[in-house]
């Protein structure tokens, strides 16, 4: 177990809860992905919390949206065509076209806990800032969920972590 508070082992490193964003905006489970992707660009973040009520089930990113736009991932028959078989293709297909057009403006009623990552990789309030580093480069994650015992307290990403790197010590 590692010394917390001002011991002396600890240093001059600071605590996740002196450079986290307290209560992080989330978005709901069932909430479709065109709702995470609003929030997403209202507040100019690139990832969000996931909530079931009032517990963290997961993490949900502008990467894991951009996904949706693989082929695969909107429907196993769907039909992307190249510039090239734009220009030579047939009336029957434009038909086809129309239902892939659907398809992508079908994505945006995706729930998120469909795409989201699960279960969130979190860091502790009391942790220091150089934990939440290593966590973040090893998993290569740009942001953790912070919390209290089970309670969703706030986020912390790589800015926020350079920033209490930068400041003066305490």
């Known amino acids: ?15 996740i809860r002196e450079v986290m964003t307290k209560n992080p905006v ?19 973040i690139g990832g969000l919390p996931v909530m079931e009520g009032e517990t963290l089930v997961g993490m949900v990113t502008e990467s894991d949206i951009l996904r949706l736009l693989e082929t695969g991932k ?42 989201m990552s699960h279960p969130a990789i979190t860091i502790s309030e009391d942790e220091d800032i150089e934990d939440a580093a290593s966590v973040m480069l090893s998993r290569k994650i740009a942001r953790l969920p912070v919390v209290r015992g089970n309670a969703l307290v706030g986020i912390v990403a790589r800015a926020d972590i350079v920033r209490g790197v930068a400041s003066p010590g305490q």
């Not at 489970?29 to 209202?42: E, F, G, H, I, K």
């Not at 030579?88 to 009623?109: Q, Y």
Request: glycine share 4%; aromatic share 2%; hydrophobic share 40%.
């Open 74 to 115: 909107i429907s196993d028959d769907l039909w992307l065509p190249s510039p090239l078989e734009v220009i030579e293709v047939p009336i029957r297909e434009i038909i086809n076209w129309e239902k892939t057009k659907h398809a992508l403006t079908s994505i945006g009623n995706i729930q998120v806990r469909k795409v």
């Open 26 to 44: 989330t978005v709901q489970a069932d909430a479709p992905v065109r709702d995470a992707a609003a929030l997403l660009r209202a507040h100019k």
């Open 1 to 15: 177990s590692r010394a917390q508070g001002c011991s002396p082992e600890r240093g001059n490193s600071m605590l």
